[in-house]
């Protein structure tokens, strides 16, 4: 067979596996622990937050019987349904072959390949292959927060690789397959509905534009499947719990939408609780500068418009961890600095911080740890 033309996709997905493997193997080793930090192991990569909690809902669902029996020591039932059901129904299906602890890391690995492919390919629409490579390579580190994510049990990797999916099949023409990964990415994170948002906004700037409204409801009909999505996992949390509304009393994370703008910095706030956040300011610097640069190149289109959509939600979000919060905008921001980012100062900048992401990245993951003396519900 004739690879040639998918040698950029190959080595995609070789580094991908690769950056995964060699950061797990570094906990595997106990390296963290012989250079300073405190001892550890493959168990403290399971451990991560919020890794446990959808392992529980992998082996249980929603089931309130079923999560109290065999994991009375930890959350309570009721707190499950915050975290949507989509990815560790995927985790569910591989545990068939290995444990869950296992299956929740590979599950993240083939997200992570899916949202490498899925990016370079997008990526392609806007500049040559060997750039939107280079774009991709360095998604796959930066930022460092991503790169956690990208390691531990997290949906963000495919809360991402759907977006993009959905982005991306929209600016081909091809709206049912826009729409189908639009309705998947609900049901990894509830920040998704954002996406159906930013759909909104541009089929009502189309309409009055266009004053044409059977063209943009043709174009846009599709993405009904969104709120039908939604409800259907609302039906999901009825049936397992009997409350319809348990995403909304689970008492967690809509309830750090607040109504004051720049919420984080709020440092009395529970999930703030910290005064050394001048990073943020550098997070949000960095995304408005990026969407200004993406509407100077594009115009009123879904690759500016989602990540304004998003970006302007998240500084009502009263949440320390505002990197991981605003990572969606992360691809759209690297395809707005795609110039600079391919400039020979910049690649060489990126490999000398290599170091530092992986010094951050461990000393996340070993701080980040949910206290579990007994895996054995786990498996």
């Known amino acids: 067979m004739h690879f040639t033309k998918f040698n950029y996709h190959l080595k995609l997905i070789a580094l991908t596996i690769l950056f995964s493997l060699s950061f797990w193997f570094i906990f595997y080793l106990n390296i963290p622990g012989k250079i300073g930090f405190n001892n550890v192991s493959l168990e403290t990569v399971f451990a991560n937050y919020d890794g446990p909690n959808y392992m529980v809902i992998a082996k249980c669902g929603y089931n309130t019987d079923c999560i109290a029996t065999n994991f009375p020591q930890y959350n309570s039932p009721k707190y499950y349904p915050a975290h949507l059901p989509g990815y560790p129904l995927l985790i569910n299906l591989i545990s068939n072959f290995t444990t869950t602890t296992k299956a929740m890391l590979l599950t993240t690995l083939f997200s992570s390949i899916f949202l490498s492919l899925i990016f370079f390919e997008f990526s392609k629409l806007f500049m040559k292959e060997k750039k939107a490579f280079w774009l991709s390579i360095v998604l796959l580190l930066f930022p460092a927060r991503l790169f956690v994510l990208r390691q531990v049990g997290a949906p963000e990797s495919l809360f991402l690789a759907t977006i993009i999916a ?28 954002l996406l ?179 895996w054995a519900p786990f498996l």
């Open 166 to 193: 959905s982005v991306f099949y929209f600016k081909k023409g091809k709206y049912l397959i826009s729409a189908i990964f639009a309705a998947i990415v609900q049901t990894l994170k509830s920040p998704g509905i």
């Open 196 to 374: 159906f948002v930013a759909y909104g906004v541009m089929a009502i700037y189309e309409l009055i534009k266009n004053k044409d409204f059977v063209s943009v409801f043709k174009k846009y009909f599709s993405f009904i499947l969104v709120p039908i999505t939604v409800i259907g996992m609302f039906y999901l949390y009825f049936v397992q719990t009997g409350d319809f509304w348990a995403y909304f009393n689970s008492a967690d994370n809509y309830n750090l939408i607040t109504r004051i703008p720049y919420a984080a910095f709020w440092g009395n706030n529970t999930w703030v609780n910290s005064l050394w956040l001048e990073d943020i300011v550098y997070i949000f610097l960095f995304a408005f500068y990026g969407i200004y640069l993406l509407f100077k190149k594009f115009k009123f289109d879904i690759v500016a418009v989602f990540p304004l959509v998003f970006t302007f939600a998240t500084i009502f979000v009263a949440h320390r961890d505002i990197s991981r919060y605003i990572a969606p905008v992360y691809p759209f921001l690297l395809l707005a600095f795609a110039k600079k980012i391919n400039k020979k100062p910049l690649k060489i900048i990126f490999l000398i911080l290599i170091p530092a992401i992986l010094l951050y990245s461990i000393n996340f993951v070993v701080g980040n740890i949910a206290p579990i003396s007994n």
